[in-house]
């Protein structure tokens, strides 16, 4: 089953807005991770925020950490065309394996 | 600087074909190698990881199988493909020197069973 399932599915916003996505999971982390997925291809690594981290930022990415909601936030800020991708929330827990969930489709006009 | 090599990029079978993806990683010794399947606008499945040389742990049975001969040599394999492995196939690996499972992609591929 799923332990990551972001929202929302779909995203869509004009170049220079900010882009907010959310994940949330079911059971206790040790860390959660982001990565972007461009149409087609690999994904790669964005960020990993630690179960005792409530907050961490790399650019324009900014990612908060709730573990009492068990939610996550991406934000990107000051979108560019370049950003549209799907975004994937990770779980890693104790003994096992990172789990992805469905992704969010985000969507940046020019 | 560690690199991922996935091949082919695009593959169409036959039903009933075999089939054999390859991956290797090169500037690192000794990763975690993972193979996972994404179906179209949906999230990933991990299929197989191994820590080491012929060792292969399997997430979901299937029609699939793995194999790791070399350190950094992942093969995934079927003797008689479905419609149903249609996807897109992912190598990944990860370092084992870390607490954490950070994981670096190869391009994919994209399997077409017709």
């Known amino acids: 089953s799923q332990q990551g399932e972001e929202d929302p599915q779909a995203l869509s916003i004009q170049e220079g807005e900010n882009a907010t996505m959310n994940c949330s999971y079911k059971?206790?982390?040790?860390?959660l991770q982001w990565y972007r997925q461009n149409s087609g291809r690999g994904l790669v690594h964005l960020i990993l925020?630690?179960?005792?981290?409530r907050e961490k930022h790399s650019g324009r990415l900014r990612v908060t950490l709730d573990t009492s909601k068990k939610s996550s936030s991406l934000l990107i800020t000051a979108s560019r065309a370049a950003d549209t991708a799907s975004y994937f929330c990770?779980?890693?827990?104790?003994?096992?394996?990172?789990?992805f969930g469905e992704g969010t489709q985000l969507t940046v006009n020019p | 600087s560690q690199t991922i090599h996935q091949w082919p990029a695009t593959l169409v079978q036959p039903v009933g074909s075999p089939l054999s993806l390859e991956c290797t990683v090169e500037?690192?010794?000794?990763?975690?190698l993972y193979w996972y399947r994404q179906a179209a606008g949906r999230g990933l499945q991990l299929l197989f990881y191994?820590?080491?040389?012929?060792?292969i742990s399997s997430e979901v049975p299937q029609n699939l199988s793995a194999s790791r001969p070399q350190d950094r040599q992942f093969i995934l394999s079927s003797k008689k493909l479905l419609l149903s492995d249609s996807g897109f196939y992912l190598c990944?690996?990860?370092?084992?020197?870390?607490?954490?499972?950070?994981?670096?992609f190869g391009s994919g591929t994209q399997l077409s069973v017709l």
């Open positions: 500037g690192t010794s000794n990763p975690n």
């Open positions: 990770a779980t890693e827990t104790s003994g096992s394996r990172l789990t």
């Open positions: 925020i630690r179960s005792n981290e």
């Open positions: 059971t206790s982390i040790n860390n």
């Open positions: 990944a690996w990860s370092p084992k020197n870390r607490g954490e499972e950070k994981l670096f």
């Open positions: 191994s820590v080491g040389i012929g060792q």
